[in-house]
């Protein structure tokens, strides 16, 4: 399953990673380019 995941915070970092492990594609997104990097 394809997730996009928006806001890379504590909350949209962790479930975009435990969803990634279930074997999902996740792309995670933020306005603040320091908080992807």
Do not use: F, R
């Not at 394809?2 to 997104?29: D, F, I, P, R, W």
């Amino acid at each position: 399953m394809k997730v996009t995941v928006v806001g890379t915070g504590y909350v949209g970092l962790v479930t975009g990673a435990c969803l990634s492990e279930m074997g999902n594609h996740v792309m995670c997104l933020d306005v603040d380019p320091a908080k992807i990097q």
